[in-house]
C-alpha cells in the first residue's frame, strides 16, 4: 500500500495549501546563498520519502504508509529577508538557535505528506474496539534549521493539516489496492473523525566526529526534543552512529515524523570528495503525552486505544550521495509497542529516500 494524492484536486482547501506552499518554495528561493558557500548555485533541493510496512513484511498493520515531498532552500545570507526570523530567535540560552560569531548556515524546508495508520486486520468491516483504529493524516509543514560549526544543529517546525477523512487514509489505501488487485481495508467507515491538527516541534543535534583513514569517518550525533499539539505531544532523546565518508553534509537522512534522528539538511560544500557514503544505526526513545492516532479525536468520541508512554525505535540504513546532484537513502526501522493489547511486537517499517538537486 503506498501513498496516492491523486484526488488532492476534488478538495479546495488542499489546492490553496499547495498553492500557498509553493509560492512560499518561490520566494525562499530567491533569498540570495550565503558567502561561506560560493560553490552552492541551486534552487535547493527536493526529496521524496516514502515509508511502508509492506517493503519489508508485506502486509497492512498500524502505520502502514508515509509519504513526504520536501524542499530544502539554499542557505540563507545575511544580507537576506529571510534571515530575520533566525536572527529574531537567536541570542539567549533558551532560543531555539545560537547567536553570535560562529560560523552557521541557514536554510528553510516546506513539507507536504501523508501517513496512514490501520488495525492489525484490515479485512474486518468492524475492527474489535480494542485495536489500533483506522487514521490518515494530510499535512503540510515549515521547518528552520541552523547548522553551527558543522557541530551543532536546530531544527524548528511547524506543521498543520487534517485527520479524518478529508485527509483521503482510505482513498491512498484502497485506490492502491485496487491498483494492485488485492483486497480493500474494509473498516474506514470507523476511522477517528475530522480534526484540524498542529503540531511544533524543536530539535537539537550535537555531532562528535574522527577522521580514520583514506578520507573516512566515524561519528555519532546525539539528540534531545520536543513536539507539541493536538496530533502528537511528547519529548525525545537519542543517539545515531555512522561510518562512512563525507559525513559533515548531513545529520542523517530524512525520516517523517515521529523518527530516529534525520533531517532534510544536505551541505555538499562540506564534501571532501564528489561522491560521499555511510551507514548508520540509530535508536529514540519518546516520552508521550498525546498521540491522537491512538487516543482518539481531542474534543468529541471517537475510537481509541491505551497509548504506552514510552516508545522506543531502532533505525539502520544506508545512505549515498553523489555532490548536490543526487541522494538516495533506504532503512528499516524497529517500533517498539504503542498500545496495550498490541498484537506482538512485530512493527517493522522500510523507508526509501530520493533526493535531487533543483
Not at 518554495?25 to 533541493?45: F, H
Not at 529514540?284 to 516508545?311: C, H, M, W, Y
Amino acid at each position: 500500500m503506498k501513498s496516492a494524492f491523486s484526488r488532492l484536486r476534488r478538495w479546495p482547501a488542499r489546492r490553496t495549501a499547495l498553492s500557498i506552499s509553493l509560492a512560499g518554495l518561490t520566494l525562499l528561493a530567491w533569498g540570495p546563498a550565503s558567502a561561506d558557500d560560493p560553490k552552492e548555485d541551486s534552487y535547493g533541493r527536493l526529496t521524496i520519502i516514502e515509508e511502508n510496512d509492506s517493503i519489508y513484511l508485506g502486509d497492512d498493520r498500524y502505520y502502514t504508509q508515509g509519504a513526504q515531498f520536501t524542499w530544502l532552500s539554499p542557505s540563507v545570507g545575511a544580507d537576506s529577508a529571510f534571515s530575520g526570523p533566525f536572527a529574531a530567535l537567536s541570542g539567549g540560552p533558551f532560543m531555539p538557535f545560537r547567536g553570535g560569531g560562529q560560523w552557521h548556515q541557514q536554510r528553510y524546508e516546506i513539507l507536504l505528506g501523508q501517513q496512514v495508520f490501520t488495525p492489525s486486520d484490515i479485512s474486518l468491516s468492524n475492527p474489535p474496539k480494542d485495536d489500533r483504529p483506522y487514521a490518515g493524516w494530510l499535512y503540510a509543514g515549515l521547518g528552520m534549521m541552523q547548522d553551527t560549526d558543522h557541530r551543532e544543529f536546530s531544527h524548528l517546525e511547524i506543521t498543520a493539516g487534517i485527520i479524518g477523512p478529508h485527509s483521503m487514509g482510505s482513498n491512498a489505501q484502497n485506490d492502491w489496492h485496487q491498483f494492485i488487485g488485492i483486497g480493500e481495508a474494509q473498516g474506514w467507515d470507523h476511522q477517528i473523525h475530522t480534526e484540524p491538527g498542529v503540531m511544533i516541534s524543536y530539535e537539537r543535534k550535537w555531532r562528535f566526529n574522527q577522521p580514520l583513514f583514506w578520507g573516512q569517518e566515524i561519528e555519532a550525533i546525539p539528540e534531545l526534543g520536543a513536539t507539541v499539539g493536538n496530533v502528537m505531544t511528547y519529548g525525545e532523546t537519542g543517539v545515531t552512529l555512522r561510518f562512512g565518508q563525507g559525513l559533515l553534509a548531513d545529520y542523517g537522512q530524512q525520516r517523517m515524523r515521529p523518527s530516529t534522528s534525520g533531517t532534510s539538511y544536505f551541505n555538499a560544500d562540506a564534501m571532501t570528495s564528489p561522491f560521499g557514503y555511510y551507514f548508520y544505526v540509530a535508536a529514540q526513545g519518546r516520552a508521550v503525552g498525546r498521540n491522537i492516532f491512538l487516543d482518539g479525536n481531542t474534543f468529541e468520541d471517537s475510537r481509541s486505544v491505551d497509548k504506552k508512554p514510552l516508545v522506543g525505535d531502532l533505525s539502520a540504513g544506508v545512505a549515498l550521495f553523489w555532490s548536490d546532484a543526487f541522494r538516495m537513502d533506504a532503512s528499516a526501522t524497529y517500533r517498539t509497542k504503542e498500545f496495550d493489547g498490541q498484537d506482538g511486537n512485530r512493527v517493522i517499517f522500510g523507508g526509501v529516500n530520493l533526493s535531487l538537486g533543483l
